[in-house]
């Protein structure tokens, strides 16, 4: 089993910056993909943007130049850097680990993080 946590969110105005961070514990050796989605009001849980454990990372659109992903596997914790923040950003944020536990694809999510863009 792997556990994720979130933290970092809160409340920024626009064009401000905030820093989620996703911690991971238990099995994180089998951790292959780590992501970050969003869910905003009324709308659907959407990636925002993934790393793999090879560094590869992908963005969605609405966040290309302005997010960074990142991961440092020493403390098995990933990253996401927001800046310039708009107000089409708020939503809860969830943090994702992925990968094969016991011959398995598993995925475990942790319970989301709240980030406001507000004036």
């Known amino acids: 089993q792997v556990q994720v946590v979130e933290s970092g969110g809160g409340t920024v105005q626009p064009g401000g910056s905030l820093r989620l961070a996703c911690a991971a514990s238990?099995?994180?050796?089998?951790?292959?993909?780590m992501d970050w989605h969003r869910q905003g009001p009324g709308t659907p849980r959407a990636l925002v943007a993934t790393?793999?454990?090879?560094?590869?990372?992908v963005y969605a659109d609405s966040v290309k130049g302005r997010f960074t992903i990142s991961r440092d596997s020493t403390k098995n914790i990933m990253y996401l850097q927001m800046n310039s923040l708009k107000p089409d950003d708020t939503g809860v944020y969830y943090c994702?680990?992925?990968?094969?536990?016991?011959?398995?694809?598993?995925?475990?999510w942790g319970q989301g993080i709240q980030v406001t863009v507000s004036s």
């Open positions: 994702k680990a992925g990968g094969v536990i016991d011959g398995t694809w598993e995925n475990y």
């Open positions: 790393i793999s454990s090879g560094g590869t990372k």
């Open positions: 238990g099995r994180v050796s089998s951790i292959s993909v």
